[in-house]
């Protein structure tokens, strides 16, 4: 029976899957912009670039403090001592930013019961795997881009059959061991994880063979066996001599069906291994790192998008909903991608870089509607350049 992706997995993200220098090249060739602001454009993209890169470095740096008294992979000494109170809000402030980050990131939290679903999910004749959370207090999984594929696979030996797969472009995983176990925080990143294997990002795992390889170990040993032992029956009765010859048959089966076991297992052994190293991107301060120069793309790319739309009207002026479908339309004839961009997100991004603010009002049926316009190039860097210089005012 084929696994089907649970129904809460939306398919309509919010992740914008291009690079920045990808979107900027196409705004370059908008025939809508005028030659004249190629240059002054690419500026703008620039500077702000850098701008939420020196804003989300002081955010790494707090993250990677607050992480410091719960890495597991901590090498420096003299660190302070916490008490257990101080230790829970470092940690909440810890999970607090890590949360705010993600969102920024475009990431789905799964919650507990989410997590219950995917976890009982196994892969169609493939590796057993059975999640182990008792170590931990808590398991939090986070995901972000859903990809449809259709797999290939074996079965009966020759047969082959074409079956659908739901993969996770990213999932982010924060787990808390109990206090007992050392109360560390594991953080990891992984990439390209279908649905059905989502339990091979649980820090603990059980393995188990199918059933199938299990049915042929079993049944090799028994065939092996049955023949010896009943030969070692009669032999008991004619010849000691006999009997000791039989025994050492009946034994080398045993060691053949034990042998053949352990190398199934093996097998099986570096099938999970292999799988979990070539999905695991990162851990622990490099998952954050990670995150952090995620989620700062992600300002940039919708700061840039929502900056460029509206500029390139003739009016440059909209509302947020006729700018949220002006994004959108322009992802799909630019790149046949559909996604739902963060309107509100990009435009409090730019009003609070002072490059977009409120002209009037308009009442559309009972709702109250703001209608934005964008600030002109020169007048947009001439401000991005006036915020660099204030940063630091000695």
Not at 279 to 302: F, G, W
């Amino acid at each position: 029976m084929t696994n089907l992706p649970p129904e809460f997995l939306e398919d309509r993200e919010q992740f914008i899957p291009f690079r920045t220098e990808i979107l900027l090249e196409r705004m370059i060739r908008d025939p809508r912009l005028a030659a004249g602001h190629h240059d002054a454009l690419r500026q703008l993209c620039a500077l702000l670039k850098h701008r939420y890169h020196f804003e989300y470095h002081a955010l790494l740096e707090t993250l990677k403090n607050d992480f410091v008294p719960f890495d597991p992979d901590r090498e420096t000494l003299a660190e302070p001592e916490y008490s257990d109170e101080e230790l829970q809000t470092v940690r909440l402030r810890l999970y607090a930013s890590i949360r705010d980050v993600l969102r920024i990131g475009n990431y789905a939290q799964l919650t507990s019961e989410q997590i219950a679903e995917c976890l009982k999910l196994q892969p169609v004749g493939g590796l057993s795997v059975r999640a182990d959370t008792d170590e931990f207090d808590e398991f939090h999984v986070y995901y972000r881009g859903i990809r449809h594929q259709n797999k290939i696979e074996k079965y009966w030996f020759f047969f082959k059959r074409s079956r659908p797969v739901v993969r996770l472009n990213r999932v982010f995983v924060i787990a808390r061991l109990k206090r007992e176990f050392g109360g560390q925080i594991i953080v990891k990143m992984f990439k390209d994880v279908p649905v059905e294997d989502i339990k091979i990002i649980v820090p603990k795992v059980k393995l188990g063979m199918p059933i199938f390889d299990r049915f042929k170990i079993g049944g090799s040993v028994l065939g092996s066996l049955f023949t010896p032992i009943s030969k070692l029956v009669f032999a008991f009765t004619l010849s000691w001599v006999y009997f000791w010859i039989i025994l050492g048959g009946l034994l080398l089966a045993a060691f053949k069906g034990i042998m053949s076991f352990l190398n199934s297992k093996t097998k099986y052994l570096h099938v999970f291994s292999s799988n979990l190293y070539y999905r695991n991107l990162s851990n622990n301060k490099a998952a954050l790192t990670s995150l952090i120069d995620d989620a700062e793309e992600q300002e940039v790319k919708e700061a840039i998008i929502g900056y460029f739309i509206l500029f390139v009207q003739p009016s440059r002026e909209m509302s947020m909903k006729e700018l949220d479908n002006a994004a959108e339309n322009w992802i799909q004839e630019q790149f046949g991608h559909q996604l739902d961009f963060e309107v509100d997100d990009a435009i409090r991004k730019l009003a609070d870089k002072e490059l977009l603010f409120t002209v009037r009002h308009i009442t559309v049926g009972a709702e109250v509607q703001e209608i934005f316009k964008v600030r002109d190039l020169p007048d947009a860097l001439s401000r991005i350049d006036k915020a660099w210089d204030e940063f630091y005012n000695y």
